[in-house]
Each structure stands twice: as structure tokens, then as C-alpha cells.
């Protein structure tokens, strides 16, 4: 079930001023506010134990994973490593993605270095692309040309500035995208790895290029080369289709009910930075299990308020964040994950409706999934 503290429209209202806060000034009060509070509270401290205690963990997962598909050899059980495999990886690029976010050292250096090596040397996604396309995200998520996130694609995922409807086969497609949203993620395995040596190869902006050459290289050429020495090539392929496509579905399954079926805002819209994090974020509910499977990510508002806190302390601060955007009437959402796969297939399939039916008004259309 889905919980909102209050109406989107009571919060907002298209000059930018709050109901009950009209002054913008104000708003940013209200941040300095809750950011005060969470200082006080501590949870903005580095939690080193817990972070080299979790590398060394997944390090030796995948020494594991690594040493049984050796002595396994040519067996179908292979495939079985590669889903294996698959979930550690993930687990590896949530450690990443805490390292890009700064949470682990005081150090920026320090931290960038450690997003380098898990992310890039340890999984083979070039730190550099995903860094950059993820912090125009968190600068203005669910933002129609600002969030790379939400720019059409194979999918459409709002209706605003698309040149024309899409008809034929396309069309077809686009009215039933929501029940192929997850079949489609088999592929973004494959696909976050080309794009990363994409952008590597190309102009893209890449701080490190060459490090990060040396790193996907290094981590590619030796998998793919373990791989293809190790196992037939039928059954090769099949072992990376496996492991490309279980990491694929894990990773969009983790990140999808985040933001998708948020209401989503023009690039000028004049929402303070408090309201714009959490009004366009969705947390997921559940227990500590709920936590490990996706990462701490299932506390996305809290995320987005506060990138650089440890992920460890984002479900302590989860309370406060919830009392505080209550007590200033601004909505603060939250639902069970099943719930929220069925939101994000609904959102997909209305938003795919309007975008192929050229009679359809699009502005109703994107009102209608927000709700």
C-alpha cells in the first residue's frame, strides 16, 4: 500500500510558494533546519568499520565465486555461478555507488579512487559515465531535460517534449511498454557496459580516461578470456548471458521503484531543493533483508536529501525525515516493493498509451500518472 503524508498540490503552487511557507527563503530555512537536525543526531559520520568490513566481504565473494566456477569446469551448473555472480556484482556496484556519493572518506580523492576500483576494476563499469549522468540526475530528478534518467528511449517515460506520437509497430509497443519494462532489463547489463565503453572511447566526460581504460580493459579482457578458456563457447555464452542479464533485471529492479511514477516536473519549475528531493522520490518499504537486497537505496528520499550520509544510517534517519515533511504538510511517499513494481508497469503503460494515441492530450495524460 502507498502513503503519502499530504496532496501534491497543497504544497506547491506554480509561483513557487509553499501553502502554509510562502516565502521561498523559507523553504531553504526549512533544509537548514532538518540538515541541523541530522547533524546533532550524528548520522553524518563516517562509518569506516562497517564500509572496509563490507569490501572485504564482497572481495572474498568473489575470490569465492571465482575459485568454484575453477573447479567446477564445464558443467551446467555453470549457470548457476553466473547468477551467483550477477547478485555479487550488484552488491559490488552498490559499494560503488556509496564510494561516488562520497560517503565513505572525508577524503574526495580517497573516495574517488575507491568508486575506481570497485566500480570499474571490480565490475567493469566505467566510474566516469555513470558519475556524471547519475549527478545530473540527483541535481533535478524526475526532471524533464535534466534527468538523463527519464529521456526517451526504447521506453517513454513522460509524454513532455516528444516530437511526434509513435504509431505502427512502435506504437504498439509503446501502449504495452510497462509489461516489458522487466524482460527489457535482461538487456541493461550488457547495455550499462557498452555505454560506459562508449563514452570511454568517445568525448564524454571522463576525469581519469586512461586509468579507467586500463581498468575495463583489465577487467573485461580477463573475464571474458577466464570465461572462454575455462568453458565451451556455447556453453560461454551462455554463462555471460546469464550473468549480464541477472544483473541487468537486479539492477533495474533496485532503481526503478525509486522515481518511476513520481510526478514529473518542467525544467522550470520553481521547487526548492527540500521539496524537489522528496516530492519526486519514493522510499520502499520493509526489514533489514529489504536494505541488503537493494543496497539502502529502498531509502530514496532520505538518499536524495542527503547523498553523502553512509548508507547505514539512512534507515535511522528515515523517522525524522518522515516527522519533519509531515509536520511542514509536504508529501513524503512510501510503499511495499511488490506495490511498487505494480506502480512503475502502470505509470509505463499510461504514459506508452499517451505517447502512441496522437488525440490523447499529454498534459492530462502526465497529471493522471502522478497521482
Known sequence: MTRTTDD??????????????????????????????????????????????RFAVLTLLLAGVVTAFVLLGPTRWQLAVAAVLAVVLGQVMFLGHDAAHRQIFRSGRWNEWAALVIATLYAGMSYGWWNHKHSRHHAKPNTVGADPDIRAGVLVYTTANLERPRTGVVGWFARRQGWFFFPLLLLEGLNLHVSGVRT????????????????????????????????????????????LGVFGVYMGACFAPN?????????????????????QSRDITGGRWVDLLMGGLNHQVEHHLFPSMPSPSLRRVRPLVRRFCAERGIPYTETGLAESYRIVVRHLNEVGLAAADPFRCPLAAELRTTR
Open 8 to 53: 501534491v498540490g497543497g504544497v506547491v503552487s506554480p509561483s513557487g510558494q509553499g501553502r502554509a511557507r510562502p516565502a521561498r527563503d523559507r523553504h531553504v530555512s526549512d533544509f537548514t533546519e532538518l540538515m541541523r537536525a541530522v547533524q546533532e543526531a550524528g548520522l553524518l559520520r563516517r562509518r569506516l568499520g562497517y564500509y572496509w568490513t
Open 259 to 279: 522515481h518511476k511514477g513520481m510526478p514529473v516536473l518542467p525544467a522550470s519549475a520553481p521547487v526548492d531543493f527540500l521539496r524537489r528531493q522528496v516530492l
Open 200 to 243: 570511454l572511447l568517445g568525448r564524454g566526460p571522463v576525469k581519469r580516461r586512461p586509468v579507467e581504460i586500463a581498468f575495463v580493459t583489465a577487467r573485461l579482457a580477463g573475464y571474458l578470456a577466464l570465461v572462454f578458456w575455462l568453458l565451451p563457447f556455447g556453453m560461454g555464452v551462455a554463462f555471460l548471458a546469464v550473468q
